[in-house]
């Protein structure tokens, strides 16, 4: 084993253990910190693959705005600050069923196909100089159109999270069921997450 | 290094992910599971880009894109569950059955 490969096996035991702890805390806010550990984690291992731009945009989209964002959803959704039951629903057997299977096909499909293959590690590739040049000759297009889309979703989210004030009768509401509406009546007696908070 | 250490961890990655949005109850759980696969899908495109030595920096390019398609996503998937909290005072993914068919309808 040399150096790079150790180096990056424990930075993937870091990044899947915290992936790890992730679904299963017991705690909202230590899912969206664990997951900082796991993201960071996979900036490094991308530092090791020579993948310096991306390493550095990994940490500061995901680390800096999407957990970011997702602490607050949980603090705006009035989560427990303390450990909370009812995060996992019935089926966690059968989920951890499908992670296995999945797992299991995924590791011997790709261990079989790429045990052979070298990855020869060299400085540069993936410096800012090169990505730019890149981005902004062969894939521009992409890039305007990606942006747009980015425009789009922001205004979508904005539109739908407008606070609905007395006399606005447009965009955000999306069937209001009260507690008597058909449908809505099985399995409300036990709501962990109601409205007892 | 190995072209199977990065493509063995995403794996591992994108199963953790699979396990939390089939286990998890919490909309926002979810959403953070759907974070986990998409960084094993991006740590897969990082590592065959280096392995190949694209030329026109593919893979990496396209790591970079699919972070902000993810940042759109998770900006709008936030808004949607706030939606759902103001509307239902709860975000849990399995009680959102307005939809579901009743016994008598499925008769």
Same mark, same amino acid.
């Given at each position: 084993?040399?150096?790079? !490969?150790?180096?990056?096996?424990?930075?993937?035991?870091?990044?899947?253990?915290?992936?790890?702890?992730?679904?299963?805390?017991?705690?909202? /806010?230590?899912?969206?910190?664990? =997951?900082?550990?796991?993201?960071?984690?996979?900036?490094?291992?991308?530092?090791?693959?020579?993948? !310096?731009? $991306?390493?550095?945009?990994?940490?500061?989209?995901?680390?800096?705005?999407?957990?970011?964002?997702?602490?607050?959803?949980?603090?705006?959704? %009035?989560? #427990?600050?303390? #450990?909370?039951?009812?995060?996992?629903?019935?089926?966690?057997? #059968?989920? =951890?069923?499908?992670?296995?299977?999945?797992?299991?096909?995924?590791?011997?499909?790709? /261990?079989?196909?790429?045990?052979?293959?070298?990855?020869?590690? @060299?400085?540069?590739?993936?410096?800012?100089?090169?990505?730019?040049?890149?981005?902004?000759?062969?894939?521009?297009?992409?890039?305007?159109?990606?942006?747009?889309?980015?425009?789009? +979703?922001? /205004?979508?989210?904005?539109?739908?999270? @407008?606070?609905?004030? #007395?006399?606005?009768?447009?965009?955000?509401?999306?069937?209001?069921?009260?507690?008597?509406?058909?449908?809505?009546?099985?399995?409300?007696?036990?709501?962990?997450?109601?409205?007892?908070? | 290094?190995? $072209? +199977?250490?990065?493509?063995?961890?995403?794996?591992?990655?994108?199963?953790?992910?699979?396990?939390? $949005?089939?286990? %998890?109850?919490?909309?926002?759980?979810?959403?953070?599971?759907?974070?986990?696969?998409?960084?094993?899908?991006?740590?897969?495109?990082?590592?065959?880009?280096?392995?190949?030595?694209?030329?026109?920096?593919?893979?990496?390019?396209?790591?970079?894109?699919?972070?902000?398609? +993810?940042?759109?996503?998770?900006?709008?998937?936030? +808004?949607?569950?706030? =939606?759902?909290?103001?509307?239902?005072?709860?975000?849990?993914?399995? %009680?959102?059955?307005?939809?579901? !068919?009743?016994?008598? !309808?499925?008769?």
């Amino acid at each position: 084993m040399t150096t790079p !490969e150790i180096v990056f096996t424990a930075l993937g035991v870091v990044a899947v253990g915290s992936g790890v702890l992730v679904v299963t805390t017991k705690q909202l /806010v230590h899912a969206a910190l664990w =997951l900082v550990v796991s993201f960071g984690a996979l900036a490094g291992m991308y530092l090791v693959l020579t993948a !310096e731009f $991306v390493a550095w945009v990994q940490v500061l989209i995901y680390v800096g705005a999407i957990v970011v964002l997702l602490l607050f959803g949980i603090m705006l959704t %009035r989560a #427990p600050i303390g #450990p909370s039951e009812g995060l996992d629903s019935g089926n966690r057997l #059968p989920a =951890l069923a499908v992670a296995l299977g999945t797992a299991a096909v995924l590791v011997t499909l790709l /261990v079989r196909g790429f045990k052979d293959a070298r990855i020869d590690l @060299k400085p540069g590739g993936g410096s800012a100089d090169a990505l730019g040049e890149a981005i902004f000759r062969e894939w521009v297009l992409p890039f305007e159109v990606l942006s747009v889309l980015l425009l789009a +979703a922001l /205004v979508g989210a904005i539109v739908l999270s @407008k606070g609905r004030g #007395p006399n606005d009768r447009g965009g955000a509401r999306i069937g209001r069921s009260g507690p008597g509406v058909r449908g809505s009546s099985p399995g409300s007696s036990s709501r962990p997450n109601g409205k007892g908070r | 290094m190995s $072209v +199977a250490y990065p493509v063995v961890f995403s794996a591992l990655l994108f199963s953790v992910g699979v396990y939390g $949005v089939l286990a %998890r109850r919490n909309a926002i759980l979810v959403l953070m599971s759907v974070e986990l696969m998409l960084n094993a899908v991006n740590l897969n495109l990082v590592a065959f880009d280096v392995w190949l030595r694209d030329a026109l920096h593919g893979g990496q390019v396209l790591t970079l894109f699919t972070i902000v398609v +993810a940042a759109a996503e998770v900006g709008l998937g936030l +808004a949607i569950v706030l =939606l759902l909290y103001r509307n239902r005072q709860n975000i849990d993914v399995d %009680r959102q059955d307005t939809l579901r !068919e009743t016994k008598q !309808e499925a008769r």
